[in-house]
């Protein structure tokens, strides 16, 4: 995606994520505009929501691909991309591309839980991507680029891990290494520039960096 190029130039061999100290100061007056509605789905991008909608932050490498797996998801309610787990408040792109925010890329899913369960949800996100590659999806490199699901309540968090243990079964099995997504308490999710927002629903062409491991999550089985 844009930006990737540069980060791939510029960035350390084995990117690390910076302290909260190092993070850039950002802005606490200044919020990014959102979308009226979702370009695909016609629905909010922002709550309050519905009854039955449940919302889940995860980050699985660029969010241009990552999000178009969660709308194509039948019956989906909405989605929107943004980037959380760094320091910066209301961070814009082009700061979260240098790795001096602490941000990963994220989709915000919004799930009709009458519909979809969460387990689905995570089925999705652990098929969807390699989790076991740290800092980096592909031939996206940076902090900003690593795999993450950020929780908003115990079950959410439980669900998490029990879905990574499972996976990890499977991913060994297959020869894979440790998982190293990211699991921790949604702290701020800041929504991501207009034109990120459904980027491949307005750009058929656009860049997709998204790919799976070939490894079936049997997450039914818990």
């Known amino acids: 995606m844009p930006g990737s190029i540069v980060t791939i130039m510029f960035?350390?061999?084995?990117?690390?994520?910076?302290?909260?100290?190092?993070?850039?100061?950002?802005?606490?007056?200044?919020?990014?505009?959102?979308?009226?509605?979702?370009?695909?789905?016609?629905?909010?991008?922002?709550?309050?929501?519905?009854?039955?909608?449940?919302?889940?932050?995860?980050?699985?490498?660029?969010?241009?691909g990552a999000e178009r797996k969660f709308w194509q998801m039948p019956g989906m309610y909405s989605t929107a991309v943004g980037y959380a787990g760094g320091y910066t408040p209301n961070p814009a792109y082009e700061e979260v591309c240098s790795g001096l925010t602490g941000h990963t890329e994220v989709v915000l899913v919004a799930f009709n839980t009458q519909i979809h369960s969460l387990a689905d949800v995570l089925?999705?996100?652990?098929?969807?991507?390699?989790?076991?590659?740290?800092?980096?999806?592909?031939?996206?490199?940076?902090t900003q680029y690593r795999s993450a699901i950020y929780f908003s309540s115990e079950e959410q968090r439980t669900s998490a891990e029990q879905t990574r243990d499972a996976y990890q079964a499977s991913l060994t099995a297959a020869g894979y290494g440790e998982i190293t997504t990211e699991i921790a308490a949604l702290t701020d999710f800041y929504y991501a520039e207009p034109y990120h927002q459904q980027y491949l629903g307005k750009n058929p062409n656009g860049y997709c960096g998204i790919g799976g491991t070939g490894v079936t999550c049997q997450v039914g089985l818990l």
């Open 11 to 64: 960035a350390r061999k084995n990117p690390v994520m910076i302290t909260a100290a190092e993070a850039l100061p950002g802005r606490t007056d200044q919020t990014m505009p959102v979308p009226t509605e979702h370009f695909e789905l016609g629905t909010p991008l922002v709550g309050p929501w519905p009854d039955n909608i449940e919302t889940l932050v995860v980050g699985m490498g660029c969010f241009w």
């Open 123 to 142: 089925r999705t996100f652990w098929e969807n991507h390699d989790p076991t590659q740290g800092h980096r999806q592909g031939n996206d490199i940076g």
